[in-house]
């Protein structure tokens, strides 16, 4: 462990190198810190490793993972937690009531696995949430006890950090998922949705013809320029590479640097097969469905999005940012007038189908 300023540290540097502490024989040099920013109560635990390779060169990388050690600060975001949960024990009982209802029934529905996986993500996530805010509590303690002149390995507590990212990362997409469900009786967002529901097969074929021929380029960088190129060092760092020549952010200089011939050739060739043609072909799928589901929505009259926009206006009205205008109120006028004079045993059974309709939408709207 060094602590002090600057010059003792390049003393304690200097001693280690006359011990003969780094020889022929290190593999690895692994230098950590712990920082502490008391303005923004913020932790980072930094990690240097510098890999010594047997060909005489030396391979570097670092990482910096920064988090907050404030927990609960305010009664607004206790609130919140507490509404969190709330919402999360009634989804949990309405789960257990579909599946005693549905029985086997409730596997072959494929949004029960995306509220499963809002509920278990979200469960989880608490709990990784309590295990960190517990770590922390402890290394502000010692830190607080010694004053800082102690050691503090934050290596333990950026993993927890990143495993309950990753959970929230997953409850992100299944509560976005959801959303969209939802939301579905919004014209727009039901067009994309019939969009993806009339193009599943094709986007599925697709799939795989363009991992085939990606994972093909992945490797093939990855055998050509694996000691040329810190971009492909391994197959992630491949993959992210070629996304960005996707998204054609990648400098092409790398490239030409490490081959100048097989460089430019090789992205020639995966802008034409990948960029081209691939991209071309995943347009002109979601194009051609969303002509065909388009023509569908024009012919046909959707009363589910007549109900939902009915719903919206009532809501805004109610609210009051908007005013009914006076056509609407006389409407309404005319429709209690008439609900007056209607003899009540001849109006019963108007009533019943429009509460088991009300019914039928609402249970439809929740699934």
């Avoid at 927890?160 to 299944?174: A, L, Q, R, V």
């Avoid at 990606?214 to 590479?241: D, G, P, Q, R």
């Avoid at 802008?271 to 051609?288: A, P």
């Avoid at 109900?307 to 009914?324: E, T």
């Amino acid at each position: 462990e060094f602590r002090g300023c600057l010059s003792e540290l390049r003393s304690n540097l200097s001693l280690l190198r006359q011990f003969k502490w780094i020889d022929q024989y290190t593999r690895a040099i692994l230098i950590q810190m712990s920082l502490y920013n008391p303005n923004i109560q913020i932790f980072t635990s930094v990690s240097f490793l510098l890999e010594l390779l047997p060909t005489g060169g030396i391979f570097p990388s670092t990482r910096f993972e920064p988090f907050y050690v404030q927990g609960l600060t305010s009664i607004a975001y206790l609130i919140i937690i507490i509404i969190h949960i709330s919402f999360l024990i009634y989804y949990i009982i309405k789960e257990f009531q579909d599946i005693h209802h549905l029985k086997i029934g409730y596997i072959c529905q494929s949004w029960s696995f995306i509220r499963l996986g809002i509920i278990i993500c979200s469960w989880i996530g608490m709990a990784i949430y309590l295990w960190r805010y517990v770590e922390i509590k402890r290394v502000t303690n010692l830190f607080h006890d010694t004053n800082g002149y102690l050691y503090i390995n934050l290596q333990f507590i950026a993993y927890i950090n990143d495993m309950f990212n990753i959970i929230i990362g997953f409850c992100c997409f299944f509560g976005t998922i959801k959303l969209l469900h939802l939301c579905r009786f919004n014209s727009r967002l039901s067009v994309f949705n019939d969009t993806l529901s009339s193009a599943k097969n094709d986007l599925i074929q697709f799939m795989f013809m363009f991992s085939f021929i990606f994972f093909s380029f992945m490797i093939f960088f990855y055998e050509l320029f694996i000691s040329k190129i810190l971009s492909c060092s391994n197959l992630i760092h491949t993959a992210v590479m070629l996304f960005e020549m996707i998204l054609l952010k990648f400098d092409v200089h790398d490239l030409y640097q490490a081959d100048q011939i097989l460089g430019p050739i090789c992205f020639i060739l995966f802008i034409i097969f990948v960029v081209f043609i691939c991209m071309n072909m995943f347009i002109s799928i979601i194009v051609d469905h969303f002509r065909r589901v388009q023509k569908k929505v024009k012919s046909s009259q959707n009363e589910d999005q007549e109900a939902f926009n009915y719903m919206i206006k009532k809501v805004v009205c109610w609210l009051g940012f908007i005013k009914p205008n006076q056509f609407d109120c006389q409407n309404e006028k005319d429709e209690a007038m008439r609900l007056e004079y209607y003899d009540t045993f001849q109006y019963f059974p108007i009533v019943t189908d429009r509460l088991m309709e009300i019914l039928y939408r609402v249970n439809s709207f929740h699934k």
